[in-house]
C-alpha cells in the first residue's frame, strides 16, 4: 500500500509540480540545458536569443532554486552534477522540449475526464507537423536512449544477429545495440514519414552500415521478412487499441526464427490498473492525445503473446514505470 504523503509540504509539492515542470522545460527550449552551455549573463543571453533579460534572470534564478544551476555574481552556470548528467544524456533536453508539448496535452486533461475520449489538440497544434514529428523524433531517441542501458543489462545478447525495433523511430536503441554488438544487423520499421526523418538524424552515424530501415505501417502493411533473432516493440502498443496489438504481435511472432524472441516493452499496468505510477497517469495522456491508445495488463499483454505461439519469460520492472515482458519461440 502507498503510504499518505508524509507532511502537508509534500503533497502540496506534488500538486504544484506543474511550476517546476515548465521551468524546466522552457529553460530546455531556450537552450539553458545544453551540456555545452558554460558561464551565462543574463543580458547577453537574452539579446542573442531575443528574449528579455529580466524572464531569462528570473528564469535562471528559479533553475538555481531548483539546484540546476549556480549564481555567482550577476552569472550563472550549470552545476558540476548537472553538466555531468547532460554530458552523459546529450538528448535530455529534446526530451524535454517534447514534455512542453505534452504539458499542452495535459491542459486538456478535464475535458477528457468528462468526455472519457481524445480531446483533438487546437488548430494551431496540428498546423505545426511536421516540425512537430522531427521533435518527437528526437525525444523519442533521446528517451530509448536513457532506457538502452537496462535493456541490454534485462537480457542475455549472445547470438543475436538479426534485430527488428518495429516503431523504432528516432533510433535511440538501434544506434545503442548496434554501437555495443557489432555482430548485431538491425532492420528500423516505422512509418515512411518517421522513417525519412530518422534516416536523417543518423546519417552520420558510423553504425549506419549496419542500420536498414523498412518504411510500413506495422498494423496494416507486411513486416520484413526476416526471420529475426530478436524483435523489440517498445512504447508502440500504447498507441493502439487491444484487438490492434493482438494482431501486431502475431505477426511479428511470425518474423521470428525457432529459439528467437519478442520484446514488449511499455508502460503496462498490473491486474488492478493502479501500478506503476507513471503507467496510470501515462494512461490519461493516451486517452486525451490519441483517439484510441491506452496501456494494457501485463495480463493482456501475456495474452497476446500466447495467442501468437510464444511463451512469456517472468516480467522485468526497468526504469521510471517501464516493464520488459520478453517471450520466446520455442
Ligand atoms: C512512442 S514512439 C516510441 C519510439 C521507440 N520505440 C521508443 O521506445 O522510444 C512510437 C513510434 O512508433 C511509430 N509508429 C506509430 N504508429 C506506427 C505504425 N502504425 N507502424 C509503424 N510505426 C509506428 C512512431 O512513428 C514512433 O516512432
Redesign the pocket.
Known sequence: MTSPPDSLDTFLGLAGGYAAAKVLTTAAKLGLLAPSCGMIAPEAFARACGTSPKGVRLLLNALVGLGIYEKESETYRMTADFRRLFAHHPGLADDLIHHDHLYNVWGRLEEGIRTGRSVPPPEEETRRYPASLAT??KA??A??GT?AGDLVSAVPWEGIKRLL??????G??ALVLARRFPQIKITL???PD?VTLTKGMLAAEPEMDRITFHP?????DPLPPGPFDRI?I???LH??PNDDNRVLVAKAAGRLARGGDLLL?DYFLDDKETTPRQAVLFRLLMMIGTPEGDCYRLSQARDWLREAGLTPGTPRSLSRGNTLLAARKL
Open positions: 518527437f523524433l523519442m531517441r528517451h530509448a532506457l525495433d518495429i516503431g523504432g523511430g528516432g535511440g536503441f520499421a516505422d512509418l518517421a510500413c505501417n506495422a498494423y496494416t523489440i517498445s512504447h508502440l498507441i493502439y516493452l
